[in-house]
């Protein structure tokens, strides 16, 4: 499968299959709050600071994706979570799930 990277398409999506019109976006579990994931916890310390940080984040997040869909591309999103184990075999699963 070919792909790109480093676009400049809205959020700067990770990997981009232009064949396919599908972008991937590589997020970290804390800095994109993935909900009930163990590597999502917010900070005791600081906290007004860390929730209006990471809800900005997954804000922009939503602005990106509407921008992305409105191009006609399809975002996609693999968690870190989803591949800490071995990223290689995990990421190739995930990326079959899309059905490219």
């Known amino acids: 499968m070919r792909y790109r990277l480093h676009s400049q398409l ?15 976006f590589i997020n970290g579990c804390f800095w994109h709050k993935h909900i009930g ?23 922009r997040d939503c602005i990106n994706n509407k921008k992305l869909i409105e191009l006609g591309w ?8 989803e591949v800490e184990k071995d990223i ?9 799930q899309f059905k490219i």
Do not use: A
């Open 88 to 96: 290689v075999i995990s990421t190739q699963n995930l990326i079959q």
């Open 10 to 24: 809205p959020g700067k999506p990770d990997i981009i299959f232009p064949k396919y019109k599908i972008v991937l």
């Open 37 to 59: 994931c163990k590597n999502f916890v917010v900070p005791k310390t600081n906290t007004v600071f860390w929730e209006t940080k990471i809800n900005g984040n997954v804000e």
């Open 74 to 81: 399809k975002p996609e999103i693999i968690w870190e979570c």
